[in-house]
């Protein structure tokens, strides 16, 4: 028999084929949370309607009771979920329900291709959102009038294969209508009490009433609005996994309220996980923005400063104007104030975390640093307290200890006017540069930037508590005399002259300068940078921008060590074997530039190190 003709049938976009094709044969345990994302669905879509309300005339079913009714019915063994808000189109059932245009599943579908978790501690995770009823379900269908007075009423359905129909129908009221036909080993979720128990706590955040069988389930409590101490642990963090989606606790909560110069009731919540380490490519802002408990905008951007994108909650002020549109939201001045105060707020209140509980906060940072050193490179107005929280290894910590630029501060010596760093791909990495031998020798602390994109952020920084930043391999730092008189004879007069020129004579247009001086201890010379180039490190992320580009060239200048034996003998071969001096001279500033990160050409330097090791071996 054939279909009747007004019976659209259309595929499932690839990708949809994919994520339903994981749900159905997952062996993610916790199937139940099907019930939380069409809830949420639900809710987000009765939001939507409510705000429709503040700014549309006509709405079509406009009597219809702002609510979500649950219906379960063990004889058929379907669960429905219905709600009136703004419902979908032709084009949005199409678009929402047939691809991954949205955020959730997206997602997930990334972080498959990108992570080595396993599907199951995905689905966990993210949430597949409305597919996740394909977990329990052999068939969903989704009777859905759009909030618009012309749009048609239609009904979506599938089986989760391949495709899905959509077929008019009529007398649909507004908003979805979606039942779930359970597969029989599912039958328990047509049972009221299994539900409810699904539903318990979770639905008390709902900010509409639950029906469950006709029975009011829960209590509709905007959380941040009540005194914190009428609110247990329990709630707070049930409410986050019900504001952020989430299915994780919170690591971090921050609950205030004020009531000037501004009415502001903010509950903000740090995740345990940053996504964004996963690749899963930018998140979008988590706080919504809400005007005596009605939600205005679910992910406001400008309500707080992109950095501050990882945090989640509700910031709710009593002196916005309901009507405020979404285009216009970030110009208002209110909400700049908002910005203002509760950004101040939530890094006071990072910033007692760090003092109180340091080894939490370091377990924090080494997730969500990333966005602090963001903050600090775009977010001038916050760049100060940014940067007291920020966490470093340094020559003065152990192994895996990080400090805070406050905390070096506070361990130097008086009369040190700067801070210095030096950057690189690992700790000892870093410690095996000749630049840090000069700071070591004077019991002077260098910052260890480890972390790419770190040494950008410094120099962003510029300065910390009056005490400019600088790199330890620049050219502009001046150090005291060492602790301990270094042993050996310092080359001089004629000897050390002739060996400059030499050296500078082969280095070419590389360096500005070759000089004696009294940094380096154990090795023989080393290249300092100017003080505004950029560094090796930054020098490689901009070949890696620009592959085809040739990083500009940096003139350098090399500082030799007048005591190392090494320099003794170059100098005595220059006269005495010519030969194999050039060969030594070029070895030693190739090595210097590499060590520096501006060699260029690796290749030369590997035949001259050939070239030379003949010369040692020729009888
Ligand atoms: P997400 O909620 O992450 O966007 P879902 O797969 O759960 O992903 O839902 C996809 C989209 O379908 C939603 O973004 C929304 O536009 C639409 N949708 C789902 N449920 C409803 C509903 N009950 N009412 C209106 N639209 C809905």
Not at 4 to 18: H, L
Not at 28 to 34: M, N, P, S
Not at 104 to 129: D, H, N, P, Y
Not at 373 to 383: L, M
């Amino acid at each position: 028999m054939s279909a009747p003709t007004n019976v659209t049938k259309q595929e499932f976009q690839a990708e949809v084929r994919q994520i339903l094709d994981i749900v159905i044969h997952s062996l993610y345990t916790d199937k139940e949370i099907f019930v939380r994302e069409l809830v949420s669905n639900a809710s987000d879509a009765l939001e939507k309607l409510r705000h429709l309300q503040h700014t549309e005339k006509e709405i079509f079913d406009s009597e219809a009771p702002l609510e979500i009714t649950i219906t379960t019915d063990a004889e058929a063994r379907t669960i429905t979920f219905a709600d009136a808000g703004i419902g979908m189109t032709r084009e949005e059932l199409v678009e929402n329900l047939g691809t991954i245009a949205h955020s959730g599943s997206k997602k997930f579908l990334q972080a498959l291709s990108e992570t080595q978790r396993k599907e199951s501690a995905l689905i966990g995770q993210f949430g597949v959102g409305f597919y996740s009823a394909f977990m329990v379900a052999d068939k969903v269908t989704v009777a859905t009038h759009s909030w618009r007075q012309d749009a048609e009423h239609l009904v979506w359905e599938s089986d989760g294969k391949s495709e899905y129909s959509i077929t008019p129908s009529e007398d649909v009221s507004r908003g979805c209508r979606i039942v779930v036909h359970l597969k029989e080993e599912h039958a328990e979720f047509c049972e009221k009490s299994r539900v409810q128990h699904i539903l318990e706590n979770y639905s008390n955040f709902v900010p509409f009433p639950i029906l469950l069988d006709g029975e009011r389930v829960n209590k509709v409590e905007a959380l941040w609005m009540k005194s914190k101490s009428d609110i247990s642990e329990d709630e707070y963090k049930e409410f986050y996994k019900f504001i952020a989606k989430a299915w994780d606790e919170p690591q971090y909560r921050m609950h205030f309220t004020a009531d000037a110069p501004l009415d502001i009731h903010a509950l903000l919540f740090v995740p345990q996980e940053n996504t964004e380490l996963f690749g899963f490519g930018q998140m979008d802002p988590g706080v919504g923005l809400y005007c005596k408990k009605i939600l205005i905008d679910p992910n406001p951007r400008g309500l707080l400063p992109d950095w501050l994108r990882f945090v989640r909650g509700v910031i709710d002020s009593a002196d916005l104007p309901l009507n405020i549109s979404r285009e216009t939201m970030q110009d208002s001045s209110l909400v700049k104030k908002l910005n203002r105060v509760v950004t101040r707020r939530f890094l006071k209140f990072l910033e007692g975390e760090a003092r109180e509980k340091p080894e939490e906060y370091v377990k924090f940072f080494r997730k969500f640093g990333r966005f602090l050193r963001e903050g600090v490179v775009n977010d001038t107005d916050h760049r100060e307290d940014l940067a007291k929280l920020l966490r470093f290894e340094s020559s003065s910590t152990e192994p895996g200890t990080l400090t805070s630029l406050a905390d070096y501060v506070s361990r130097a010596k008086e009369d040190q006017g700067e801070i210095y760093f030096l950057s690189g791909d690992s700790r000892t990495g870093i410690e095996t540069l000749p630049y840090l031998e000069a700071f070591k020798s004077r019991g002077i602390e260098v910052i260890y930037l480890t972390e790419s994109g770190d040494d950008y952020v410094v120099r962003n920084l510029r300065e910390f508590s009056g005490k400019k930043l600088v790199s330890g391999d620049s050219d502009t730092v001046e150090l005291p005399d060492p602790v301990e008189t270094p042993a050996g004879e310092a080359l001089s007069g004629e000897a050390l002259e002739g060996l400059c020129a030499f050296l500078k004579d082969k280095m070419g247009d590389a360096a500005d300068d070759v000089l004696a001086g009294n940094r380096l201890v154990d090795s023989p010379l080393a290249a300092l940078s100017p003080e505004h180039a950029p560094t090796a490190q930054m020098r490689e992320f901009m070949k890696a921008m620009n592959p085809d580009q040739p990083a500009p060239p940096v003139k350098v200048r090399i500082e030799i060590n007048p005591r190392h034996p090494l320099i003794h003998q170059l100098a005595a071969a220059r006269t005495e074997n010519p030969e194999l001096a050039e060969l030594v001279a070029r070895l030693l500033l190739d090595q210097a530039l590499l060590t520096a990160g501006f060699l260029e050409d690796r290749a030369s330097m590997v035949n001259r190190g050939y070239s030379l090791m003949e010369t040692a071996l020729k009888k």
